[in-house]
C-alpha cells in the first residue's frame, strides 16, 4: 500500500473511530442518565421486592439486537436493563435477601469501579501503576492486621472461590505434593466445607489426592479428637496428611470450626492450615471474636470475602497466605515481554501472586469505601447482622419452629414440623412460597437428609423491620400451607 492511501485511509477511520470517545455533552447526559437510574433504583431497594418471578425471566434482553451503528441513547439503555436485568429475580441489594450469603453493595463502592474504569488503571504490576499496587497490597495488610493474621501477603481475588484455589495451590507446592505423590497426599475437611474447596482441589490437579470427611458435632463443628486419630492412622498407613480446611463460618449454618485445637493438630503434624472465612472472616473486626486472634495469627492461609462481610458489591474476595515465598513460587512467571517491569521492585506485585494478570482495578471499590464510611459504621453493621440473627432465632421458636444449633455467627436453621404428612417436602414448599411471595428471600439445605430453612442475614440493608417482614411472612406461608 502506498503511503499516501495508508494516510487518507486513516483519515477516514479516524474520523469514523473517534465515537468511542464521549464529547462532553454526551458524557454529562449519560451521566445525569446515570444519576437518575441509580438514585431512583436506591429509593425503590428499600421498599421493592426481595425477589421478584417474571413472565419471560429476562429473555426480552435476548431480542435487543447488538447494532452496527448505537443509538447513543442512555435512557433507552438503561431502561433495557432495568426491564430484562434488574427486574427479574433475585434483589441481593434489597434488605430482604435473607439466603446463600448476601452482602447487599455499598454504594460507594460502585463510584470506586466507575474511578477505576474510567482511569482504567493497572494494579497487577508495580511498574504500571506504583500506587495503584501500593493501594491493593495496603488493603491486604490492612485485612491482616484487622483480622489478627498479622504479617503475610495476599491478593485481592474476583470472590472466596479463586482465594481458596490461590491458597490451595500455594499449600500444594509448598509441600511438594506432585505427580506420583499426589496419590498419597491426605487433605482434612468436613462435610460443611464449601464446595468451592472441592473446586479448587480438583481445578489445581488434586483430585487423585485422599480427601478425609472429619465427623463434626451436634453443632456441625469438626471433631478435633477424630481429626488426630485420623492423621495418625493416615500417616501410619505411608500416606501424607499435608492440608487442613477448616471454616470460619460454614455455608450452611454458620458454624465455626474449633480452630485453635485444629491448629494444634496442624503445628504437630506438620499440615499446612487454611481457614475459609469467606462468610465469617469480618466478624473478626469485633471485639467478641478477638479470642479467635491468637489463632489466626499461626494459621498458613485465610480467606475472606470483602464482598460478604464488608457489604461491597460482589467481585472482591482476598486470600492472606504466610509463607509469601509459596505463594510467589506457585504464580510468579516472567515473560519476556514484560522484562521492563523489573526496573521497579518497591513493593510487590498482585500480578506474581494470582492466576491473573491484566485484572479489574478493585481495590478501589474497597479503598474508596473505608475512606469514605470509616470502619466504625462497618462494625456496627455487624454487630448489628449478629443481633437480629439472635433475634429472629428466639422468635421463630414462638411460631412453632424446631431450630438448629444456636447461630455462632449471623446463620440460622430452623424447620418446621407439620403434625402430619412429610416434613422435608413441607419445608421446600415452604421455601418456594416464601420466594414466590417475594417480600423477603429465604433458601433451604439439607443435613444428613433433613431439609432447614436457612437465615442468613449479611446484607447491610437487613434491619429489625426486615427480620419482622421475615417471620410475619414465615407465619403466614405455614398457615396457607396447612389450610
Ligand atoms: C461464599 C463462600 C465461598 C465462595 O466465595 P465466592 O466469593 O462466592 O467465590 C467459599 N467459602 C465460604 C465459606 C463461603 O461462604
Known amino acids: 500500500m502506498e503511503q499516501e492511501d495508508i494516510e487518507k485511509d486513516l483519515n ?17 447526559d449519560f451521566f445525569k442518565s446515570l444519576a437518575n437510574y441509580s438514585s431512583d433504583f436506591l429509593k425503590d431497594t428499600h421498599k421493592g421486592l426481595a425477589y421478584k418471578e417474571t413472565q419471560d425471566k429476562g429473555l426480552g434482553i435476548r431480542s435487543i439486537p447488538i447494532p452496527e451503528k448505537g443509538a447513543r441513547n442512555p435512557d433507552e439503555l438503561l ?8 427486574d427479574a429475580g433475585l434483589n441481593p441489594a434489597s434488605g430482604g435477601h435473607l439466603a446463600y450469603i448476601p452482602g447487599g453493595g455499598v454504594p460507594v463502592s460502585a463510584f470506586g469501579d466507575f474511578i477505576a474504569a474510567i482511569t482504567n488503571r493497572y494494579s497487577g504490576v508495580f511498574f504500571a501503576n506504583p500506587g495503584a499496587v501500593r493501594m491493593e497490597n495496603l488493603l491486604v495488610e490492612w485485612m491482616a492486621k484487622e483480622l489478627g493474621f498479622g504479617d503475610c501477603y495476599g491478593n485481592l481475588s474476583s470472590g472466596g472461590s479463586i482465594a481458596n484455589l490461590i491458597a490451595i495451590t500455594a499449600a500444594r507446592d509448598a ?20 464446595h468451592s474447596i472441592q473446586k479448587a482441589i ?35 498407613d505411608g500416606l501424607n496428611p499435608f492440608l487442613l480446611v477448616s471454616s470460619m463460618g460454614t455455608t450452611d449454618t454458620g458454624g465455626i470450626d474449633p480452630i485453635e485445637e485444629l491448629d494444634k493438630h496442624c503445628k504437630e503434624h506438620g499440615l499446612w492450615h487454611h481457614i475459609d472465612a469467606a462468610y465469617g472472616g469480618f466478624f473478626l473486626m469485633l471485639e467478641q471474636f478477638s479470642y479467635l ?56 506485585s498482585p500480578a506474581d501472586y494470582s492466576p491473573e494478570l491484566t485484572k479489574h482495578f478493585r481495590g478501589m471499590r474497597m479503598w474508596l469505601a473505608l475512606q469514605y464510611y470509616g470502619t ?60 414466590i411471595d417475594g417480600r423477603v428471600f429465604l433458601s ?40
Not at 488434586?206 to 492412622?233: G, H, T
Not at 431439609?451 to 414465615?474: E, G, N, P, S, Y
Request: with cysteine.
Open 202 to 236: 480438583r481445578i489445581c490437579g488434586l483430585a487423585p489426592a485422599v480427601l478425609r470427611y472429619i465427623p463434626v458435632d451436634e453443632a456441625f463443628r469438626m471433631n478435633s479428637v477424630l481429626l488426630e486419630k485420623q492423621i495418625l492412622k493416615d500417616k501410619a
Open 376 to 435: 466504625d459504621v462497618f462494625r456496627a453493621c455487624l454487630e448489628e447482622k449478629l443481633l437480629l440473627t439472635t433475634y429472629f432465632y428466639q422468635k421463630v421458636e414462638n411460631l412453632g419452629f424446631v431450630r438448629g444449633p444456636e447461630p455462632e455467627l449471623s446463620v440460622c436453621i430452623y424447620r418446621f414440623v407439620p403434625e402430619s404428612g412429610d416434613a422435608n417436602q413441607f419445608n421446600m414448599d415452604l421455601v418456594e412460597a416464601v420466594r
Open 79 to 86: 431502561e433495557h436493563y432495568k426491564k430484562h436485568v434488574e
Open 444 to 483: 433451604s439445605t439439607s443435613i444428613n437428609g433433613v431439609i432447614w430453612l436457612r437465615l442468613a442475614v449479611l446484607a447491610f440493608r437487613t434491619k429489625k423491620a426486615t427480620i419482622d417482614l421475615c417471620l410475619q411472612v414465615l407465619e403466614e406461608k405455614v398457615k396457607m400451607l396447612q389450610s
Open 175 to 194: 509441600h511438594g505434593v506432585e505427580a506420583e505423590g499426589i496419590r498419597k497426599a491426605v487433605i482434612y475437611l468436613t462435610e460443611q466445607a464449601h
Open 12 to 28: 477516514g477511520l479516524a474520523e469514523q473511530s473517534k465515537g468511542l470517545d464521549l464529547s462532553p455533552a454526551e458524557f454529562d
Open 293 to 348: 486472634k491468637k489463632t489466626i495469627a499461626q494459621v498458613d492461609s485465610m480467606t475472606v470475602d470483602p464482598h460478604k462481610g464488608l457489604f461491597l458489591p460482589y467481585g472482591l474476595g482476598t486470600v492472606l497466605v504466610r509463607n509469601k515465598k509459596a505463594l510467589k513460587e506457585s504464580h510468579y512467571y516472567l515473560a519476556n515481554y514484560m522484562q521492563d517491569t523489573l526496573s521497579a521492585l518497591e513493593e510487590e
